[in-house]
């Protein structure tokens, strides 16, 4: 990416031993990326100190693809991957999405458009869908109260009210300055890090 400063949103990935999802993530985002939205994103992958083939899989990508690679990290978890790719990471907004996750076709425009529409937004929340490998079923998580935009406090209150917090980070969007001025990383070497 030339132009750093125009950076729209950062998507951090952490990368762990997965060789067999790794490639489904990297293609869901830049398969929704074109000439004229491509410079509004960058993708940053930390690579945990994977032992499998994930290392050799993110190099080859790397080739044909543009995003910042960190491949010299040893394993320390996936908080301090995420926290890793926070400190690197150029765009106005950060999204974090798991290695072994993907974006459904036509999610990231809609992202980017929402984006730039509401620059703004200190947290963004999106729906998503659960894929249950073993039955191969998708169930669909659109729980969301009909709250487009409030403050921080009515719109807590209103989703804890009605039962739809979602305290998982790869549902949502946040402000890289909301981060940065508050100090918001992820703990390291806990239980649970998604939340």
């Known amino acids: 990416m030339e132009n750093r400063q125009s950076v729209l949103l950062s998507i951090i990935i952490p990368a762990y031993n997965v060789e067999l999802y790794i490639r489904e993530c990297l293609d869901s985002i830049f398969n929704e990326l074109w000439s004229d939205n491509e410079y509004l994103v960058e993708v940053i992958v930390v690579n945990d100190g994977s032992i499998d083939n994930t290392e050799e899989i993110l190099n080859t990508y790397s080739i044909k693809n543009n995003f910042t690679l960190i491949n010299n990290q040893e394993s320390s978890g996936v908080s301090c991957a995420r926290n890793s790719g926070i400190r690197v990471a150029n765009g106005k907004f950060l999204m974090f999405i798991d290695s072994d996750d993907y974006l459904v076709s036509g999610s990231l425009g809609n992202l980017l458009a929402f984006l730039a529409n509401n620059d703004d937004a200190d947290i963004v ?10 039955n191969k079923r998708i169930i669909d998580r659109r729980e969301n109260p009909p709250i487009i935009r409030a403050s921080g406090q009515d719109f807590y209150a209103s989703w804890a009210n009605k039962s739809v917090f979602r305290h998982l980070v790869w549902t949502k969007i946040v402000s890289k300055d909301l981060v940065m001025e508050n100090k918001l990383f992820f703990y390291e070497n806990t239980m649970h890090e998604d939340e």
């Open 125 to 134: 929340e999106y729906d998503f869908y659960e894929f249950i490998s073993a």
